[in-house]
T-cell receptor, first 116, second 112 residues
Framework: NAGVTQTPKFRILKIGQSMTLQCTQD?????MYWYRQDPGMGLKLIYY???????DKGEVPNGYNVSRSTTEDFPLRLELAAPSQTSVYFC???????????????FGAGSRLTVL | DQQVKQNSPSLSVQEGRISILNCDYT??????FLWYKKYPAEGPTFLIS?????DKNEDGRFTVFLNKSAKHLSLHIVPSQPGDSAVYFC???????????FGAGTILRVKS
């Protein structure tokens, strides 16, 4: 029962490089999210998806791209990495019915990215 | 525009005493409020939630209180234990919302 798995756990990038953070969940959750955590700033939503083939921007989408071709996977792509993208990235998922109710997210362990 | 605010960056409490973590919000459309706990090098884990139609929800040592008119909620931990030392995030969402909005977090240290 793995839950939400993120890879890699750590990565150092040079300015201008590109990379993909992988996220997969085995709970058959329909919703998936990418957040970033900066010191003292809490968690900021980058992108989210309510199902395969559907993605939408969050608060801080600039410099990132996502895709959702399957229910299980939600990779986050960084193009032309910049020092401002140095952060800890968390992938999360949830099962939300199309009715009102608390949306309880399950988080992965995080990916720490440093851009130098 | 911070819609969810946790104004205390840190809190230190003696083991066995009560820990009270506070959270304020500005968006009157928020209907659900959640608390998450985060240990270093781990992802946040869900702790407890409350709907706006309630003013209190209890789960063991953890109780969340909601004052909707003041747009304020608090998490009480009684009694506090050293294993409770972590970062606590307050989060909120609208009734049919897809997204959780998080506060900046409060570092709780429980001293033995």
């Amino acid at each position: 029962n793995a839950g939400v798995t993120q890879t890699p756990k750590f990565r150092i990038l040079k300015i201008g490089q590109s990379m993909t953070l992988q996220c997969t969940q085995d709970m058959n959750h329909n919703y998936m999210y990418w957040y970033r955590q900066d010191p003292g700033m809490g968690l900021k939503l980058i992108y989210y998806s309510v199902g395969a083939g559907i993605t939408d921007k969050g608060e801080v989408p600039n410099g990132y791209n996502v895709s959702r071709s399957t229910t299980e996977d939600f990779p986050l792509r960084l193009e032309l990495a910049a020092p401002s993208q140095t952060s800890v990235y968390f992938c999360a998922s949830s099962y939300k019915r199309a009715v009102s109710g608390a949306n309880v997210l399950t988080f992965g362990a995080g990916s720490r990215l440093t851009v130098l | 525009d911070q819609q969810v605010k946790q104004n205390s960056p840190s809190l230190s409490v003696q083991e066995g005493r009560i820990s009270i973590l506070n959270c304020d919000y500005t968006n009157s459309m928020f209907d659900y409020f959640l608390w998450y706990k985060k240990y270093p090098a781990e992802g946040p884990t869900f702790l407890i939630s409350i709907s706006s139609i309630k003013d209190k929800n209890e789960d063991g040592r953890f109780t969340v209180f909601l004052n909707k008119s003041a747009k304020h909620l608090s998490l009480h931990i009684v009694p506090s234990q050293p294993g409770d030392s972590a970062v606590y995030f307050c989060a909120a969402s609208e009734e049919y919302g897809n997204k959780l909005v998080f506060g900046a977090g409060t570092i709780l240290r429980v001293k033995s």
